[in-house]
């Protein structure tokens, strides 16, 4: 099995593929402004299993088109919509989220939580907005910076996994300078990252490596994550995803 397949195989039946919430998702909602409607239209990139999807489609009783290039991600969301009744609301679509292909002006909102990055921010925020109606939201959450002054362990680690970590007010001007009025700002709290994603995680390290028995880049996978959950452990006071809501500006 390759490296993306035993990434996949890790995280497919978990709740959710990063720090998150369904409350944080609907604080994110409520932040933006957008009214529930069935001529809402809100694509959500780099979905995963749909996490934030479903509240989407649910509570704005949205169009959705979810998007990310794992189909593996998309099999169980689907399912899960069509178990919530849901399916006539949400659309899979499985893309690269550097390579949309979307109309220009063709979404009230664009959603995505802990995916930009892999992308980076900045080129996310800048490719993606022309796909927004003027006027329309981006709701993003990204890896920020709660201090200025930080552990070097924390900072290091950081900087090399994700060099363009940084603070909230250099996220914001990053918006600002590309278009965009920032209208909301939260950081996540800890429950969203042990609750909701690291405890589940560590949940399924033993089955995971019980079906890749003796696969060693299995057993690595499973100790680069143990390093990464104990370092946020250590630090959950310095770095959180910030969640951004943002306007498209006029021009
Ligand atoms: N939004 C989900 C998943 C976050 S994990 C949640 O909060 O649970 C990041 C997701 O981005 C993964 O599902 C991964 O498959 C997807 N992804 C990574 N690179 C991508 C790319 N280049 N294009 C589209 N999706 C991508």
Redesign the pocket.
Known sequence: MDDLSLLVDLHRDGP???P?GVEETRLAIRLSGLRPGPQLRIA??????G??TLVLAEDLEAEVVA????PD?LTPLEAEARARNLSHRITTHA????ALTFADASFDAIW????IY??GFAHGVQSWRRFLKHGGILAVSELTWLTQERPAELTEHWQRAYPEVDTAAAKMAVLEENGFTPVGYFALSPRCWLDNYYRPLQARFAGFLSRHDGDPRAAELVAAEQVEIALYERHAAHVSYGFYIARRTAE
């Not at 893309?95 to 550097?98: C, D, H, I, V, Y």
């Not at 995505?112 to 995916?115: D, F, T, V, Y």
Request: proline fraction near 0%.
């Open positions: 959710r593929q990063g998150g959500d990139v780099g979905c995963g299993t996490a934030s998007v990310d290039f794992l991600f893309a690269s989220m550097e995505s939580e802990g995916a892999n992308m």
